[in-house]
C-alpha cells in the first residue's frame, strides 16, 4: 500500500451517520440548555459549573462506550484514545471544547468533540483500524468566561501556561479558584499535564461563528490561521458623589470616561477596516445607582486583527485615549492583560489537506482567517495543525439563537473523517 | 404677648446642645455604617433593608424617650408629636428621612430628623411650651436608591402618588414589592395616608450635598427652592454575537449605544451651562461577558434644572440622540420614566424667615436652590415651606466620605430651633 494521499482503500466511501452525531449535539445540548421566546435552544456551561460537569460526564460516558481510553489531565482536560495498529507513531489527535459562554449555542466547541466520536464510531461500525492511534480531546475553559485567559486547558497543554498559575485563576462570577473548581467537580485527573508526548498532527472542525461562508455561499471553510487576541481588563476610578448637587465642572466620572473609551474602541475599528474588530463585553458600575455618580466602573476591551502589527497599533491608540481621558477626567486607572495571543498561520500542508479532501467530497470551500480563538492555534504550537469551518446561520454565535444546518454538519464531519483517515492511515 | 416676630420670650437666648446631636447622628450612623481606608465613616440603609429597620428602631425609641406621640403611617412615615397649648392650630413640621444610598454618609437626611430631636429636647429642658404642636418626621425611601420614585414617602403623604401604587413599587435590586418590604420590617402602619391633616409649615435642615457654601465660606445656606429632576431607565435591545467573528459592519451592539449616549448626556449638560446636570449612574449588561457582543444595556439618566423649560429641552435632546443611535445601531428600545419632578420654589416669607432668623445668629448666609431632590419640596404643595443648608466638606455626598463640621452642624440647628420657635410661638 502507497504511503501517498490519496489512501486507495475501501474506506474511501466511508460516510458519517449524520443522523447519530446530530443526536449526540442535542443531548449534549439538553444540559445547560437555555431556551429563547421563538424557538432558540442555547446552552449555558460555564466552565467547571455543575452545568459543565453534566456536560462532561455524558461525553465521558460516550468515549467509553466506544471502547476508548479515557485519561484525565491535571487540568481537566479529557483525551479519549482508540489505539492504532503501528506503536511507534504518534496519535491523530480531534479535538475542541465543551464548555461554553453564558448565552452560548449547542454547536460552538461541542461539534468538534462529538464529529470526532462520530468519526470513531465510523471506523468503528465499519472495522477499519489505522496505524496512528486516533484521540477525541476536549479541553478546559476554551471560552475563558469563566476563568481568563481563554483556550486555558489547550494552552497549559501544550506548555503555554504554567499549570499551577492555571489552577490559581479566579472566576469573573464568584471569584472561585478554579484548582478548586476542579476537584468540586472530579475533573482534577491525574495525567500529567503539560502533554508528555504531542499528538503527530491536530484538527478541529467547528462552526464558524461569523456570517463569512454564508454570505460567500460555501460550505466548508478552510483555516489558514487564527486572528490575535487582545483582552484587557481597565478599572476607572473616579469619585462618587451626588448627581444633582455636582456641577459638571467638578466631577470626576468614571462612567464617563468608560462610556467615552467604549465608544473611541467602535470608531478605531471601524476607521481601521481589514479584520480588526474591538469590542467592550463586559461593563460593571459600582455604586450602580441612578443618582449617585459612580466611584468605579470595570469593564473589558476585546480587540483582534489577523495583522500583529495593526493589532499592537489598536491596542496602542487605545492605552493613549484610556490615559487621555483618565487625565482629563481626574480619574484613577488600573489596567490588566487578560489573554494576549499573537495571530497564528496553521500547517501549509494541513491548509492543502483539507482544501483537498473537502474539494474532492464536492464541497465548496472558501479559505479564510479565524476570527474567534481556538483551542487549535494552542496544539498548532506543538504539531501540524489546521481547522474546518462550516457556515452560522446569520453568522450568529455566543447567542442562544447560534445555528448551523444538519447538511452542513454532515459535510463538515465528513471532510473531518477523511482528514483523520488520511493522517491516520487505515492499516 | 404681641403674635410678631421676632418673639420676645425668654426662648430668645435659647441654643441646641451640639454635642447631643453629633452623638446622635454617630448612634444612628453605626447603623449599615461602611468604612473607608482613609477613616471614612458613610452608612449604607437603602430603604426598607434590615438595616433601615434598625436605624427606625432607634430612631423611634429616642422618640419615645422624650415622651412624644409616635404614629406609622400605611407607606412606612414615621411622625412624633410633642402636643401644643393650643389644639386649634395645626402643628408645625420638622422632616426629612433616615434611609441612605448604598455608599451614603451619615448626615444626608439623619441631621435634618434628629435636628428635629434635638429642638424639641431642647424645649423640654428648659420646660417651654409652644401654641402649636411641633412634630418631627421621617419619611420613607427618600432617597429611592431602592424603590423609584425617589421622595417616594413624602409623596405619597401629600397625595402626590396613589398609596396602592407606592406599595406596588419594586426594588431595583432584589425585586422585592415595597409593600411586603414594608410588613416585613414591621412598619406597614395604621395612620392613613395621605395624611388627613396638614401641618402649618414646614422646615428641613439638610447638608447641601454640593460645593457651593462651601467655596463662598457661608455657614447657612437658604434654601430658595429645588432642582426639577427627570428620572429615565432605558433598556437597548440589540443581538449578541461572538465578538472575534463579527465583522464591525454587521453589530447591533447595546453598550456601544449606551456608552455613545452617555458620552452625548455629559456633553449636552456641559454645553448647557447653567444648573443643568446629567449623569448615568446604573448600567447594568447582559450576559456581561468579555468575548461576547452584548444583548441589552440597562442604564439610567438623571437630569436636573432649576428651569423647567431648560429640563424639558434636555431631555428631549437625550430623547432624539438616543432614538437616533438605536436606529443606526439596528438596535430596539424601551423608555420608563421612574421619576419625573418640576422645579419647586418655596414660600417667600418661610425663605425670609430662614435667611432672618440665621442673620440675627450671626451666621453667613446664601440664597440657593437645592441641586438635589429633598422632602420638602413635597410637603412645599401642602404648606409654606423652606429650607436649611450646611456645608459639605468637598461638596461630597452620596459617597462615604460625606461630612460636615460640627460647628456648621450646631449653626444650622440652632437656626431650626428658633424658625421652628418663631413658627410653632413659645406659649
Known amino acids: 500500500m502507497p504511503p501517498s494521499d490519496p489512501t486507495p482503500h475501501r474506506s474511501a466511501s466511508l460516510r458519517v451517520d449524520a443522523g447519530r452525531l446530530v443526536r449526540r449535539l442535542n443531548e449534549l445540548g439538553a444540559i445547560g440548555a437555555v431556551h429563547g421566546p421563538n424557538g432558540e435552544h442555547g446552552c449555558a456551561r460555564l466552565a467547571l459549573t455543575d ?44 479535538g475542541s471544547h465543551i464548555d461554553t459562554v453564558r448565552t452560548g449555542g449547542r454547536f460552538d466547541g461541542n461539534l468538534g468533540v462529538l464529529g470526532g466520536l462520530e468519526v470513531i464510531e465510523t471506523l468503528q461500525q465499519h472495522g477499519i483500524e489505522t496505524d496512528h492511534a486516533i484521540q477525541v ?45 476542579l476537584v468540586r467537580i472530579g475533573y482534577a485527573g491525574s495525567t500529567p499535564c503539560p502533554t508528555a508526548s504531542s499528538p503527530s498532527s491536530f484538527i478541529e472542525l467547528h462552526i464558524e461563528q461569523g456570517p463569512v461562508l454564508e454570505e460567500a455561499g460555501v460550505t466548508i471553510g478552510v483555516v489558514t490561521g487564527v486572528q490575535g487576541i487582545s483582552w ?39 476607521d481601521m477596516g481589514g479584520t480588526q474588530v474591538a469590542t467592550v463585553g ?63 498561520s496553521f500547517d501549509e500542508s494541513m491548509i492543502n489537506r483539507v482544501e483537498r479532501v473537502a474539494t474532492a467530497h464536492g464541497n465548496s470551500t472558501l479559505r479564510l482567517p479565524s476570527g474567534a480563538g481556538h483551542d487549535a492555534q494552542m496544539l498548532a504550537r506543538v504539531c501540524p495543525t489546521s481547522m474546518i469551518f462550516v457556515p452560522s446561520v446569520n453568522g450568529l454565535s455566543h447567542n442562544i439563537a447560534e445555528f448551523t444546518e444538519s447538511a452542513d454538519i454532515e459535510a463538515g464531519a465528513n471532510v473531518l473523517l477523511h482528514v483523520v483517515l488520511e493522517l491516520a492511515k487505515p492499516s
Chains 1, 2 share one sequence.
Open 51 to 94: 452545568a459543565d460537569r453534566d456536560g462532561r460526564e455524558l461525553v465521558v460516558t460516550w468515549m467509553r462506550d466506544l471502547g476508548l481510553s479515557v485519561s484525565i489531565d491535571a487540568i481537566g482536560n479529557v483525551v479519549a484514545t482508540r489505539a492504532g495498529t503501528n506503536p511507534n507513531v504518534a496519535p491523530v489527535m480531534i
Open 137 to 181: 480531546a476536549f479541553f478546559t475553559d476554551e471560552e475563558g468566561a469563566r476563568f481568563a485567559p481563554d483556550m486555558l486547558g489547550s494552552l497549559v497543554y501544550v506548555g503555554g501556561l504554567a499549570l499551577e498559575q492555571a489552577l490559581d485563576a479566579r472566576a469573573a462570577d464568584d471569584g472561585a479558584r478554579l484548582g478548586d473548581e
Open 232 to 270: 484587557t481588563e481597565v478599572t476607572i476610578t473616579g469619585r462618587s458623589a451626588h448627581a444633582g448637587t455636582t456641577p459638571m465642572r467638578l466631577r470626576r466620572d468614571p462612567l464617563f470616561a468608560a462610556a467615552a473609551i467604549a465608544t473611541e474602541a467602535r470608531r478605531l475599528a471601524g
Open 282 to 344: 463586559r461593563f460593571e458600575v459600582f455604586p450602580n445607582l441612578v443618582n449617585v455618580i459612580p466611584q468605579s466602573v470595570t469593564f473589558t476591551i476585546d480587540v483582534r486583527n489577523t495583522d500583529d502589527a495593526l493589532l499592537r497599533r489598536a491596542e496602542q491608540h487605545l492605552l493613549q485615549f484610556v490615559e487621555q481621558i483618565c487625565t482629563q477626567e481626574s480619574c484613577t486607572l488600573q489596567m490588566r492583560t487578560m489573554a494576549r495571543f499573537e495571530p497564528v
